[in-house]
């Protein structure tokens, strides 16, 4: 009957999210190369402008960026669980999905990949936020609006934040040539800042 009942115990506590690690919470990253800084100075992109942020408004956080260049929801989905074991991240912000639409890949396989790595996040214990996109016309107006719904769909479905565009102020803009890169995929440094402030508003409401 005891060892009954240690082997229950046990059990009970193995399926508790796992302890938070000592000192400030972690806001874990995982993008592709919007959020990688990629074309721009080193520290100019949104997530280190973020770092600045949290210090400037005096709250103790740590901010982890995993973003990788090229990366899909696939990729993430498979890095995320060393990410998480490793971090133990408070808030995981997840900036997926664009490449996937460039690369013609499933809809729906993206929206499994993106619901994958909002349920693990969670059961990990974190607070989830979606970063939403949207897709040139060029790519057709039913594309565009699915690509785009499905974001909305998994932060309802498993309970996850969401910004609906990532790139509102930037790619919405009437000028939105004159803030991006030769190839008008990625932001220059000088739109970083409104992508931090599009951001801004659910990290910080998600560390409270």
Known sequence: MIRRHFIRSALAL???????????????????????????????????????????????????????????????????PALLKAHQPAVVVIELGGNDALRGLSLDMTEANLAAMTQAARQAGARVLL??????????????????????????????????????????RPDALEWFQPDRIHPKAEAHPAILATMWPEIRKLLK
Do not use: C
Request: aromatic fraction near 8%; glycine fraction near 12%.
């Open 131 to 172: 970063a939403g996109m949207q897709m040139p016309p060029n790519y057709g107006a039913d594309y565009g609006r699915r690509f785009q719904a499905l974001f909305a769909q998994v932060a309802k479905a498993h309970g996850a934040a969401l910004v609906p565009f990532f790139l509102k102020g930037v790619a919405d």
């Open 14 to 80: 193995a399926l508790l999210p796992r302890a938070r690690a000592a000192g400030p919470p972690t806001i874990l990253v995982v993008g592709d190369s919007l959020s990688a800084e990629y074309g721009i100075a080193r520290g100019s992109g949104w997530v280190a402008l973020l770092e600045k942020k949290l210090a400037a408004e005096k709250i103790a956080a740590r901010v982890v960026n995993a973003s990788i260049s090229g990366d899909t929801t696939a990729g993430g989905r498979a890095r995320l």
